[in-house]
Nanobody
Framework: QVQLMESGGGLVESGGSLRLSCAAS????????MSWYLQTPGKERELVAT????????NYADSVKGRFTISRDNVKNTVYLQMNGLKPEDTAVYYC???????????WGQGTQVTVSS
């Protein structure tokens, strides 16, 4: 069964840090571009960060550049999002997405809530 499971969300004070994890099962992430998205109530999901299958290229939304870092461990079949310098406006549900580099097949996780208090 194909599954992406996010973890690591929670409540943190402004300026704090969290590390999100996205563990894949039922498929191997090494052929997939991995991304993190966020979603707030009433809005569409927004791309936060993405990383190529070999980890060689990363891209970030302007709002998180210099504060968030996406990384991956293809041996552990897991992708991470290190979030530093958190701000109240980072409060959202964070989702992990896998997209096959050739075929475009996509999988989504169920999301993890991140809440940053001021």
């Amino acid at each position: 069964q194909v599954q992406l499971m996010e973890s690591g969300g929670g409540l943190v004070e402004s300026g704090g840090s969290l590390r999100l994890s996205c563990a894949a099962s039922g498929f191997t992430v090494s052929s997939y571009r991995m991304s993190w998205y966020l979603q707030t109530p009433g809005k569409e999901r927004e791309l936060v960060a993405t990383i190529t299958s070999d980890g060689g290229i990363t891209n970030y939304a302007d709002s998180v550049k210099g504060r968030f870092t996406i990384s991956r461990d293809n041996v552990k079949n897991t992708v991470y999002l290190q979030m530093n310098g958190l701000k109240p406006e980072d409060t959202a549900v964070y989702y992990c997405k896998a997209q096959h580099m050739l075929w475009g097949t996509q999988y989504w996780g169920q999301g993890t809530q991140v809440t940053v208090s001021s």
